[in-house]
């Protein structure tokens, strides 16, 4: 009779331990479908934003050969589209984070925070460098313009900073059970730069 008991209680901490095992694993696999929706959309933001680095050093290079006219000006349209893919794709990451705000915490809201700030900079920036914009023939005002996309390029940069953030944290919170390496935050070596965090401890 002891025995029968001792099988009884075998198999009930054998379904338990497979109940959790089998909890476990989902949970992982579900982490893992979270990560990559995540990182396919900080993806598609970085492209986004190497396009607008690429139309204001080609701006940079414009002015710094004006008088020679050997450098093209990007067109009004084409900053206009890069900027709209910009906020288009940001806007679709923020909607991700909210989808799984479950997952990924409260904290989330700091991005949301962050990449708002950032991306209302490169709108304005942008607003004051199309009504600088010259003529193809024209420099005007040559100093307020490169001012201005110095101020563009650090405003993208700063996105992409959060994105980098973000991919790396959205590693640790829900990949941590798979993998025992974890990735540092981001250190800049200038104070002011903003990193942003899902972990209150980083």
Same mark, same amino acid.
């Given at each position: 009779?002891?025995?029968?008991?001792?099988?009884?209680?075998?198999?009930?901490?054998?379904?338990?331990?497979? =109940?959790? *095992?089998?909890?476990?694993?989902?949970?992982?696999?579900?982490? $893992?479908?979270?990560?990559?929706?995540? &990182?396919?959309?900080?993806?598609?933001?970085?492209?986004? $934003?190497?396009? /607008?680095?690429?139309? =204001?050093?080609? %701006?940079?290079? *414009?002015?710094?050969? &004006?008088?020679?006219?050997?450098?093209? +000006?990007? @067109?009004?349209?084409?900053?206009?589209?890069? !900027? %709209?893919?910009?906020?288009? !794709?940001?806007?679709? =990451?923020?909607?991700?984070?909210?989808?799984?705000?479950?997952?990924?915490?409260?904290?989330? &809201?700091?991005?949301?925070?962050?990449?708002?700030?950032?991306?209302?900079?490169?709108?304005?920036?942008?607003?004051?460098?199309?009504?600088?914009?010259?003529?193809?023939?024209?420099?005007?005002?040559?100093?307020?313009?490169?001012?201005?996309?110095?101020?563009?390029? +650090?405003?993208?940069?700063?996105?992409?900073?959060? $994105?980098?953030?973000?991919?790396?944290? *959205?590693?640790?919170? /829900?990949?941590?059970?798979?993998? @025992?390496?974890?990735?540092?935050?981001?250190?800049?070596?200038?104070? #002011?730069?903003?990193?942003? #965090?899902?972990?209150?401890?980083?």
């Amino acid at each position: 009779m002891t025995g029968f008991f001792v099988l009884g209680w075998q198999l009930s901490v054998q379904n338990a331990n497979t =109940l959790a *095992a089998n909890a476990t694993k989902d949970r992982n696999a579900l982490h $893992l479908d979270i990560y990559r929706e995540i &990182a396919t959309s900080t993806q598609e933001s970085s492209r986004s $934003l190497s396009r /607008l680095v690429e139309l =204001l050093t080609q %701006a940079d290079t *414009a002015i710094a050969f &004006a008088d020679y006219g050997i450098a093209k +000006w990007p @067109t009004r349209e084409q900053l206009q589209e890069a !900027s %709209a893919k910009i906020t288009e !794709s940001v806007i679709a =990451l923020m909607t991700t984070m909210d989808k799984w705000a479950i997952a990924v915490g409260p904290k989330s &809201a700091d991005f949301h925070d962050a990449l708002s700030d950032d991306l209302g900079s490169v709108g304005s920036n942008l607003s004051t460098l199309l009504s600088l914009m010259p003529p193809p023939t024209v420099q005007a005002e040559p100093d307020k313009l490169t001012t201005t996309i110095g101020a563009l390029r +650090w405003a993208a940069f700063g996105i992409e900073g959060h $994105l980098r953030d973000l991919r790396g944290q *959205a590693q640790n919170l /829900l990949l941590g059970g798979l993998f @025992t390496h974890r990735i540092p935050p981001r250190r800049p070596t200038d104070p #002011s730069v903003r990193v942003v #965090s899902l972990d209150d401890l980083a």
